[in-house]
């Protein structure tokens, strides 16, 4: 039998987590990313990825995605996403997420979430449409789930890589599941990663992730299909910056939900 070394290290990490026995979390550090998104070997469009976390341990979490290569020359969306909130101990507690899809002349697409801890609440502007839903503690974004995934594979926060998400109108039970480790070639580099698997209310998304434990389980690869193919998102360049020695409460952030 194949012996997975990241992979064995992670569960036995994560049953000493659930048992009491980690330490403080450490935090995550702030950085720049950049991506390359491709499908059958074409160029499609870059994305660049930049985390900034203040003393006081807020976070803002940004994504830009613009085409490049040929697709540049007939298209100019830009697309932007913005996660904003508090990291809590093992936990990440956005505040606010918000979403924009600018398509040349047309009326740009724009949906905005806030998440009022206090009241239980989640509100979504989207297009004239509004609602409201319950906000059970542990709720993400779609875009803060990312951090929360890091954490979770972080060497003192290891534990069930399950959460809810406030997505397209909805709560959802985003589930990820480890799936063997593989060396991965990028743009930016060969990283040892663990292989993740995605699924939705349990059921299959489709998606692949590859995160490097040097990296601080950043992404590196991930693959998503669906009916229109497959698109592929590789990392091409990171600079990790100057760490932040923020301040918060070695808990597990429920506490701090309010």
């Given at each position: 039998?194949?012996?997975?070394?990241?992979?064995?290290?992670?569960?036995?990490?994560?049953?000493?987590?659930?048992?009491?026995?980690?330490?403080?979390?450490?935090?995550?550090?702030?950085?720049?990313?950049?991506?390359?998104?491709?499908?059958?070997?074409?160029?499609?469009?870059?994305?660049?990825?930049?985390?900034?976390?203040?003393?006081?341990?807020?976070?803002?979490?940004?994504?830009?995605?613009?085409?490049?290569?040929?697709?540049?020359?007939?298209?100019?969306?830009?697309?932007?996403?913005?996660?904003?909130?508090?990291?809590?101990?093992?936990?990440?507690?956005?505040?606010?997420?918000?979403?924009?899809?600018?398509k040349?002349?047309?009326?740009?697409?724009?949906?905005?979430?806030?998440?009022?801890?206090?009241?239980?609440?989640?509100?979504?502007h989207?297009?004239?449409?509004?609602?409201?839903?319950?906000?059970?503690?542990?709720?993400?974004d779609?875009?803060?789930?990312?951090?929360?995934?890091?954490?979770?594979?972080?060497?003192?926060?290891?534990?069930?890589?399950a959460?809810p998400?406030a997505?397209?109108?909805?709560?959802?039970?985003?589930?990820?599941?480890?799936?063997?480790?593989?060396?991965?070639?990028?743009?930016?580099?060969?990283?040892p990663?663990?292989?993740?698997?995605?699924?939705?209310?349990?059921?299959?998304?489709?998606?692949?992730?590859?995160?490097?434990?040097e990296?601080?389980?950043?992404?590196?690869?991930?693959?998503k299909?669906?009916?229109?193919?497959?698109?592929?998102?590789?990392?091409?360049?990171?600079?990790?910056?100057?760490?932040?020695?923020?301040?918060?409460?070695?808990?597990?952030?429920?506490?701090?939900?309010?």
């Amino acid at each position: 039998m194949r012996r997975h070394p990241l992979l064995a290290a992670w569960v036995i990490a994560a049953v000493l987590w659930q048992t009491g026995n980690a330490q403080a979390p450490s935090p995550l550090s702030p950085y720049t990313a950049r991506y390359r998104l491709t499908s059958g070997g074409m160029l499609l469009a870059e994305t660049r990825v930049t985390l900034r976390i203040t003393g006081e341990g807020t976070y803002r979490y940004h994504s830009q995605t613009v085409p490049a290569g040929l697709v540049a020359a007939l298209r100019s969306d830009r697309v932007t996403e913005q996660s904003s909130g508090r990291i809590r101990g093992c936990q990440v507690i956005p505040d606010q997420y918000r979403y924009r899809h600018e398509k040349g002349t047309d009326p740009a697409l724009e949906t905005e979430l806030a998440f009022d801890w206090p009241g239980g609440r989640v509100a979504n502007h989207s297009r004239g449409s509004h609602w409201r839903m319950d906000l059970p503690p542990g709720t993400q974004d779609k875009f803060s789930q990312q951090l929360q995934l890091m954490l979770r594979l972080g060497e003192v926060c290891r534990g069930d890589l399950a959460f809810p998400v406030a997505d397209g109108g909805r709560l959802k039970h985003y589930r990820f599941r480890p799936d063997g480790e593989e060396t991965v070639e990028t743009p930016a580099g060969r990283f040892p990663a663990l292989r993740l698997t995605r699924s939705k209310n349990g059921k299959a998304a489709g998606a692949t992730l590859w995160l490097a434990p040097e990296l601080g389980y950043l992404p590196v690869k991930i693959e998503k299909r669906d009916t229109n193919g497959e698109v592929s998102m590789e990392l091409r360049e990171f600079t990790r910056e100057r760490v932040i020695q923020y301040r918060t409460p070695p808990n597990s952030g429920a506490d701090a939900m309010r």
